[in-house]
């Protein structure tokens, strides 16, 4: 499995940073508060917003770098197209047997959220072979 070093992340500053990041990329891709908190692995009333820190919890962070890392290949992928981009997680895709990607990190948890970085991976790594 891909690692993330940001489960080593202990201050309280570097997590804000994180979660403001975070809650803007949920924003961008148009989650509502049950889907983020499904997403971070947190209980579904209690939901990042805007200027609070990720919980200093190694699983929580481990999901923010995944979710980061997806973020960070969808935009070598989508460089030019920024609604393509944002709206990739909600739109169903081949490669997912016709799922959505979001639907399948929220079925599998951290193993889905994974598993959607690894395809966005490896569609990097062909992009910059060709």
């Known amino acids: 499995m891909i690692e993330t070093l940001l489960t ?5 500053e570097t997590r804000q940073v994180l979660g403001e990041c975070v809650v803007t990329l949920f924003r961008r891709w ?8 499904a997403l971070l692995g947190m209980r579904a009333s209690a939901p990042l917003h805007n200027g609070e820190a990720v919980p200093d919890d190694p699983l929580v962070l481990a999901r923010v770098g995944h979710l980061l890392a ?12 920024p609604r393509e981009r944002d709206g990739w997680v909600t739109s169903s895709d081949p490669h997912l047997d016709g799922r959505t990607p979001l639907s399948i990190m929220l079925d599998h948890g951290l193993a889905g959220i994974v ?3 690894e395809q966005l991976d490896a569609a990097v790594t062909a992009l910059n072979k060709g």
Do not use: E, K, N, P
């Open 8 to 12: 080593q992340v202990r201050d309280h």
């Open 30 to 37: 148009g989650l509502d508060d049950i889907d983020q908190a």
């Open 70 to 81: 997806i973020d960070r290949a969808l935009h070598a992928l989508y460089r030019y197209a």
């Open 115 to 117: 598993a959607v970085r």
